[in-house]
């Protein structure tokens, strides 16, 4: 909870700054970029309302077994794949991506799995990419993005194979 | 950003002469109907399961999370509007842009990994930067870095779920990725939009 409200604290801090450079530029500066990110707001209250409502339901669909079944003891590269697909289906936000890993972890997954997965849920968990990043970016940057992002996961495996166990 | 007077009016002009990409697009697109889609089907599914009772559960703590996370939203909004206002497009564009190399790489990962919040500010901000002059790849390289390397996730939820170790060890094997992605999203982009990339070339 501490920790939210010092996000919280340097997020408002960090308006404030950026607010006041804007405000030493000019008043109409300042006035125009506050209309247009109050505009952005409004825009995006629906989509991120459906998001976040919705979030909960896909969630309830998707047990977390399921994902967990996944990050079965399999090592090796096959179950490094099957470690990414379950971090790009992975529901939710934080708590359930990190606790899945976690179970996955004390359960007898391979660390490189485990790696694998959370690299893969920080970088493509389909929740996340359509409840937060599509609503705010370019569509196209967004997919293009996600593309790109796809042998990474991979690459945190391979190293952390290379320098071993935390 | 470090010398706003002399060029005061430089900015403000290069914001009026062209028209500014639309940071944020309109309220209905086909993304959100896929999502409605989603959503309405999976309520439907917990509906068939669990009853009515099931589906008011879900929606009044959604509400409630909603409700928690609309004051972030606004603030990453106004994160958003503010930088690509007070960011010198020339700059940027020179910095970041699609000729800026491996610095702009780094810069793009410095940034995101400093960037305080959660999707609420990362968005919006990489969605500025984009409209005043970032390429694909520095983007790419500054969003994978948040993500990955980024101290709010991982000191609100990493840490305390998965433990110091793991995190402090995750985000060690993860240093290199953001600017690695950032340079493949580069290379392939030159290769997907070739005549796009001629026309940034010119500014």
Not at chain 1, 37 to 63: E, H, K, Q
Not at chain 2, 148 to 156: D, K, P, S
Request: aromatic content about 10%; hydrophobic content about 55%; overall charge neutral.
């Amino acid at each position: 909870m501490s920790a939210a409200l010092l996000i919280d604290i340097l997020l408002w801090g960090s308006v404030l700054g950026v607010g006041l450079l804007a405000f030493r530029r000019g008043k109409p500066v300042f006035k125009a970029s506050l209309r247009e990110g109050s505009m952005d707001f409004i825009n995006i209250v629906p989509r991120i309302a459906l998001g976040v409502i919705g979030s909960g339901y896909i969630a309830a669909i998707i047990p977390q077994e399921v994902i967990t079944g996944w990050l079965g003891p399999d090592s090796g590269w096959l179950g490094v794949a099957t470690a990414v697909v379950a971090g790009a289906a992975t529901p939710g936000g934080p708590v359930i991506g990190f606790s899945i890993g976690t179970v996955a972890l004390k359960s007898g997954g391979g660390v490189p799995q485990v790696v694998a997965y959370v690299v893969a849920w920080a970088l493509f968990a389909f929740q996340r990419v359509i409840l937060w990043e599509i609503p705010f970016m370019p569509a196209r940057f967004v997919w293009f993005r996600c593309a790109v992002s796809v042998p990474f996961p991979f690459v945190a495996a391979a190293i952390a194979m290379v320098i071993g166990k935390p | 950003m470090s010398e706003p007077f002399p060029n005061n009016p430089a900015p403000a002009e290069d914001a009026e002469s062209e028209p500014r990409p639309g940071r944020i697009r309109k309220p209905i697109g086909w993304s959100t109907i896929i999502i409605a889609v989603l959503v309405a089907v999976s309520a439907a599914l917990v509906w068939r399961r669990d009853g009515t009772e099931g589906v008011l559960d879900i929606l009044t703590h959604d509400l409630s999370l909603f409700g928690g996370i609309l004051p972030r939203v606004l603030a990453g909004c106004l994160l958003g509007a503010f930088i690509s206002e007070i960011l010198p497009h020339e700059k940027v564009s020179r910095s970041l842009g699609p000729n800026s190399g491996l610095m702009g790489l780094l810069m793009g990962t410095a940034f995101g990994a400093i960037l305080p919040g959660g999707p609420f500010t990362a968005y919006p901000v990489a969605s500025a930067l984009l409209a005043v002059g970032a390429d694909f790849g520095a983007t790419i390289a500054m969003v994978v870095s948040w993500t990955l390397i980024g101290y709010g996730r991982a000191v609100a939820w990493e840490i305390p779920i998965m433990g110091t170790d793991f995190t402090l060890w995750r985000i060690v094997i993860s240093l290199p990725l953001p600017v690695l992605a950032g340079a493949l999203g580069r290379f392939v982009y030159v290769r997907l939009y070739p005549k796009r990339d001629a026309e940034d070339d010119e500014t």
